[in-house]
């Protein structure tokens, strides 16, 4: 079967969704291909903040209403240092700036609503999705649908919004792209829990090693702990989980529940320059991943999705090139910028708290940043700048 569309999005997460949302109200046509079932992609449970940035541009494009309501502002951080908690009031020190409490899989399932609602073609269950003729004028994708049906679509553009994991960027050259990539050189196991959450997020720095719980929603929680690279999830039972995040929480009374999710988190980054081969445009985790480290992963894919969609009204409606040709400069500028972020947050939380790590001298300095972030207003309002996004 042979049809046409302007743009092909190819993956269906926070980037693909955002990307299929704005270009429709941009009067752009597109057609959304997904590896997955809907119900699949409805319940991947990861992210859980919109960073203020993120508000902004659903406020922009008038989907803020459809995709937000309800869910609370992300106003105060906690860090508990060796049991002692200090409250980052990141409303006041970010100007009023604050991003929202989202759950990933609430944000998904709502852009998938809007879409769906307003007449997008999202199509699931699409197996074999290649593209095809990247570096010329008439790009194409084939795939087969879940009957064995095989397609192809003709398109202007593709935007490659399928994940690390995805088709997309394995199909550029590799000499086409430079690739940093970098290992933090710790692990994180998180879990997810049916637990009565945090009042607010918060992070807690020990001895013990690094840990941090986040509310998903007003009966879920997810826990993140500090443990070595190669630590497998069986090596973390449901008692150790709670003894763990009890000790390093300093919280002798934190409230239990099943255990619904559990996984090692793989500390790297990873970050492929340019964003673009020939009519494709990467968008997301298939151009670059961070570490959950200061909530940017999803943040990051919705921030292209914005810039490329602004570029792809300009290229289709005015024929105006200048736009998609400056995209991979826009979006890598802001993704070094939080990639440091990460890294430099991830170094303060971990350094603080375990000698082990980095020595005995790192540990201060690690503490001595600390002391600043909470008794110095300019250290509070950088650090409360970063977390806003932008
Ligand atoms: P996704 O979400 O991986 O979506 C890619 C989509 O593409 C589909 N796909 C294909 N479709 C067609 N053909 C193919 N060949 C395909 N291959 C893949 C997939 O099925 C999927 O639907 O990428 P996207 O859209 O770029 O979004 C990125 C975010 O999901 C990711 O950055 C965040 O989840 C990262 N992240 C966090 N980000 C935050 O901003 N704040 C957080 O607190 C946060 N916590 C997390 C996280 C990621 C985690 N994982 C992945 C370990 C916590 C965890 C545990």
Request: with cysteine; glycine share 10%; aromatic share 8%.
């Amino acid at each position: 079967m042979r049809e046409s569309t302007p743009v092909v999005v190819i993956g269906a997460g926070p980037a693909g969704l955002t990307l299929a949302n704005l270009l429709r109200l941009a009067g752009v046509g597109c057609v959304v291909l997904e590896r997955q079932s809907r119900s699949h992609v409805a319940r991947r449970q990861r992210a859980g903040v919109l960073d203020y940035a993120s508000t902004r541009i659903f406020e922009e494009w008038g989907l803020a209403e459809t995709l937000l309501a309800g869910m609370p502002e992300d106003r105060v951080l906690e860090i508990r240092v060796d049991g002692e908690p200090h409250l980052l009031d990141m409303r006041a020190l970010s100007g009023g700036r604050t991003g929202r409490a989202i759950p990933q899989q609430v944000l998904v399932a709502r852009l998938m609503a809007a879409f769906l609602d307003g007449g997008g073609d999202l199509r699931f269950d699409a197996g074999e999705v290649t593209p095809h003729d990247l570096d010329g004028t008439a790009p194409k994708v084939t795939y087969r649908d879940a009957d064995g049906t095989l397609h192809e679509i003709a398109c202007d553009y593709i935007a490659g919004c399928d994940g690390y994991h995805g088709v997309t960027r394995e199909s550029v050259p590799a000499e086409a792209m430079t690739t940093y990539s970098y290992d933090h050189g710790i692990g994180w196991f998180t879990v997810l829990a049916d637990a009565p959450p945090p009042r607010r997020p918060l992070f807690a720095i020990s001895a013990h090693g690094f840990a941090a719980q986040f509310p998903r929603g007003p009966a879920a929680c997810r826990l993140y702990l500090e443990c070595a690279p190669d630590d497998m999830p069986a090596d973390w039972n449901d008692d150790r989980v709670w003894e763990q995040s009890r000790l390093r929480l300093g919280d002798d009374a934190l409230p239990t529940g099943p255990i619904t999710d559990k996984a090692v988190v793989e500390m790297r980054s990873f970050v492929v320059d340019p964003m673009r081969y020939g009519r494709l445009f990467l968008v997301g985790d298939a151009a670059h991943i961070i570490t959950p480290m200061g909530g940017k992963g999803m943040n990051l894919a919705i921030a292209d999705a914005d810039v490329l969609a602004r570029a792809l009204r300009a290229a289709v409606h005015d024929g105006d090139e200048e736009p998609l040709a400056a995209y991979s400069a826009t979006c890598l500028r802001r993704v070094w910028n939080q990639q440091e972020f990460s890294r430099w947050l991830t170094e303060l939380t971990h350094e603080a708290g375990d000698s082990a790590l980095a020595g005995t001298f790192r540990r201060q300095l690690a503490r001595a940043r600390l002391d600043r972030l909470f008794a110095s207003g300019p250290a509070g309002r950088a650090f409360a700048d970063l977390m806003a996004g932008g």
